[in-house]
């Protein structure tokens, strides 16, 4: 009977998986994924969220447990048979913990603490180390054990801060990456003009060569235009040296 009732308690604790998991198959992944845009998932009214609450409506009865539900409205959900809070607030330190520190947290205020803590250990070590029954260890195990707490509360009062931190930081680093490829791209149009400015520089003709060409084109024209292909063939060569130019230089 005993044993009945220790099992019974272990299974309260531990309670199996819920039935619905066996729902998750790979064809009844594919078949939601299907439907999913056809679903109705944005609700314009407080009475069109109640009709469609998770909206499972138009899913076929195997299918709804693969529907995510909608993110609670008044900022509380149930879990384990408890009410919870989307932003719970930080408990205070027991009332037989003092506070060692004062509200808001510093990163000082944490090196402070943790020097106490390492210096406390020592000191209890040293105890132990010297006179094991001595009852002076009782004392400064209570003294560590305010200082873990203190450090614990402190930490988690400090992360609000740490969390607007992080997020300057990953916008400055944003800033400073945008700044690296404006400047990037800018270097490269300077490097591209002054290529191309170059090209058009070794492709001008003087007088003296352009009165040659239209020599050679009248001689071309009177000779039944035999020499029109090797002209052509001269202009298609310097076009494919400017294109190798660009691509090894971009």
């Known amino acids: 009977m005993a044993e009945d ?19 998750f198959t790979e064809v009844n992944i594919a078949r939601h994924a299907e439907l999913q845009p056809n679903l109705i998932t944005d609700f314009r009214s407080e009475e069109d969220s109640k009709e469609r609450p998770h909206a499972t ?21 149930r879990s384990f048979g408890e009410d919870r809070s989307l932003s719970p607030p930080l408990p205070p330190l027991p009332p037989e913990i003092e506070q060692l ?24 070590v040293h105890i132990l180390a010297t006179n094991p029954a001595h009852t002076e ?9 305010d ?14 801060h740490q969390a607007r931190e992080a997020l300057i930081m990953m916008m400055e680093a944003q800033v400073e990456r945008g700044k690296r490829e404006r ?9 591209v003009e002054v290529m191309l400015a170059g090209l058009g520089e070794g492709s001008e003709e003087t007088e003296l060569e352009r009165t040659k060409r239209n020599q050679t084109l009248e001689l071309d024209t ?9 002209i052509r063939e001269r202009k298609l060569e ?13």
């Not at 009732?5 to 729902?23: C, G, M, R, T």
């Not at 520190?101 to 209890?124: G, M, V």
């Not at 200082?147 to 609000?160: K, T």
């Not at 400047?183 to 490097?191: A, H, Y």
């Open 5 to 23: 009732q220790q099992n019974s308690s272990i299974s309260a604790v531990f309670p199996p998986p819920p039935p619905f998991y066996k729902q």
């Open 101 to 124: 520190y004062q509200s808001p947290p510093t990163p000082q205020i944490l090196i402070q603490l943790t020097r106490s803590i390492l210096l406390n250990f020592l000191e209890y």
């Open 222 to 230: 009177e000779n039944g235009g035999h020499d029109t292909d090797s």
């Open 238 to 250: 310097a076009e494919r040296r400017m294109w190798e130019t660009l691509r090894e230089n971009l």
């Open 137 to 145: 260890y009782g004392p400064k195990w209570d003294d560590l054990r």
């Open 57 to 77: 409506i138009d899913l076929p009865s195997e299918l709804r447990y693969l529907q995510p539900p909608l993110a609670p409205r008044n900022g509380q959900y």
């Open 183 to 191: 400047d990037g791209i800018r270097e490269l149009r300077e490097k």
């Open 147 to 160: 200082l873990f707490r203190n450090a614990h509360q402190a930490v988690n009062e400090y992360r609000p």
